[in-house]
T-cell receptor, first 111, second 117 residues
Framework: GQSLEQPSEVTAVEGAIVQINCTYQ??????LSWYQQHDGGAPTFLSY????GLEETGRFSSFLSRSDSYGYLLLQELQMKDSASYFC????????????FGDGTTLTVKP | DTGVSQDPRHKITKRGQNVTFRCDPI?????LYWYRQTLGQGPEFLTY????????KSRLLSDRFSAERPKGSFSTLEIQRTEQGDSAMYLC???????????????FGAGSRLTVL
């Protein structure tokens, strides 16, 4: 099976940097994705790591260490609109359709 | 393209009734997924289609749940004999073939919220 662990809540102030960790246990692994979901909204894709290392997309970066079964999402220059839930997700193979999601981390950005 | 559309957005039903949800994916996406999400949880995989073929179905999905994608375009998810435990947000997503980077980017619809009384 597959399981993912994320912190349930994180709080930070505007302008700060926050890191949301994700550890996974899976019988097969082919990449870690991150999604953002605002209250009442649909999850939206943020970032993907198929190889070890850092991927940067504007204020958001994501990191993967396959040997440690660990990844994180880094959010810089936090804005109030970043308050949302963030989910990591894994899938087993290159052609696998199923993605397994963690239970999400609720980020609250305070002024 | 208007993205992934789901209908209805909200459904309230009595226990034991049947409900059906519809999903219209992004037209050029050949993969379509159904997920279920309850409060405080991540999306839970139910099933997915590649074109009209249903390629995987969650072991958690009882035989009261059935999904179809008859022409490889829109899909329906039917729940028969609903139970209170079926109350959740039912999310549909679509994706193209895996990108060159290996990412499988899911585009989700706004969801259909089911309340079973």
């Amino acid at each position: 099976g597959q399981s993912l662990e994320q912190p349930s809540e994180v709080t930070a102030v505007e302008g700060a940097i926050v890191q949301i960790n994700c550890t996974y246990q899976t019988s097969g692994f082919y990449g870690l994705s991150w999604y953002q979901q605002h209250d009442g909204g649909a999850p939206t894709f943020l970032s993907y790591n198929g190889l070890d290392g850092l991927e940067e997309t504007g204020r958001f970066s994501s990191f993967l260490s396959r040997s440690d079964s660990y990844g994180y999402l880094l959010l810089q220059e936090l804005q109030m609109k970043d308050s949302a839930s963030y989910f990591c997700a894994v899938r087993k193979g290159s052609n696998a359709g199923k993605s397994t999601f963690g239970d999400g981390t609720t980020l609250t950005v305070k002024p | 393209d208007t993205g992934v559309s789901q209908d209805p957005r909200h459904k309230i039903t009595k226990r034991g009734q049947n409900v059906t949800f519809r999903c219209d994916p992004i037209s050029e996406h050949n993969r379509l997924y159904w997920y279920r999400q309850t409060l405080g949880q991540g999306p839970e995989f139910l099933t997915y289609f590649q074109n009209e073929a249903q390629l995987e179905k969650s072991r958690l999905l009882s035989d009261r749940f059935s999904a179809e994608r008859p022409k490889g375009s829109f899909s329906t998810l039917e729940i028969q004999r609903t139970e209170q435990g079926d109350s959740a947000m039912y999310l549909c997503a679509s994706s193209p073939r895996t990108s060159s980077s290996g990412a499988n980017v899911l585009t989700f619809g706004a969801g259909s919220r089911l309340t079973v009384l």
